[in-house]
């Protein structure tokens, strides 16, 4: 059974650093790009970072390049966001998901047209004073 378990959500205040954690189960976690993904409210999802199966790949979105960084840990199983100058904006579910790609860019931008990911039930950050 596929399982992504996403950890480390919270509240933040503005300015303030978390870091989020995807633990996976069920398939070769190695062979695989994870990545994560926000949805706020009354908005479209968004691809936010991923990394590929040999880690010597990244992408980041626009909007968070600077201040998050992935990372990950095949013998955990386990991928890392971490968030840090954290803005108000920033105030979203982040869902972790995995595919078989090496094609980063599109599929952080084309998730919605792209089937066959696995996906995690998401955990909630929230960035406010």
């Known amino acids: 059974q596929v399982q992504l378990v996403e950890s480390g959500g919270d509240l933040v205040q503005p300015g303030g650093s978390l870091r989020l954690s995807c633990t996976a189960s069920?398939?070769?976690?190695?062979?695989?790009?994870i990545g994560w993904f926000r949805q706020a409210p009354g908005k479209e999802r968004e691809g936010v970072s991923c990394?590929?199966?040999?880690?010597?790949?990244?992408y980041y979105a626009d909007s968070v390049k600077g201040r998050f960084t992935i990372s990950r840990d095949n013998a955990k199983n386990t991928v890392y966001l971490q968030m840090n100058s954290l803005k108000p904006e920033d105030t979203a579910v982040y869902f972790c998901?995995?595919?078989?790609?090496?094609?980063?860019?599109?599929?952080?931008?084309?998730?919605?047209?792209?089937?066959?990911?696995?996906w995690g039930q998401g955990t909630q950050v929230t960035v406010s004073s």
């Open positions: 998901a995995a595919h078989l790609t090496s094609q980063l860019r599109l599929w952080m931008l084309f998730s919605d047209s792209i089937e066959g990911s696995y």
């Open positions: 990394i590929g199966s040999s880690d010597a790949s990244t």
């Open positions: 069920g398939f070769t976690f190695d062979d695989y790009a």
